[in-house]
């Protein structure tokens, strides 16, 4: 009965460490996938005001 519960404790013992990596790699994804779409995004905010006045601004010139 002993040596049943050794072996359930070492199975638990994997489990955790593996749940571990799972929850690391999931944090890790979450952080990357934020930076790759929520950083752009505030960048264009203030880009595409700039961009938009020089835009308007150069079609004004042509008078159209």
Known sequence: M??????L???IDKI???VEKTRKYFLWTGIIT???IILP???MMFVLPSF???YVGNLQGLGL
């Open 2 to 7: 002993e040596q049943k519960i050794i072996e």
């Open 9 to 11: 404790e070492q199975k």
């Open 16 to 18: 955790y460490i593996s």
């Open 34 to 36: 934020a930076a790759v």
């Open 41 to 43: 995004l505030i960048a």
């Open 52 to 54: 938009m006045s020089n």
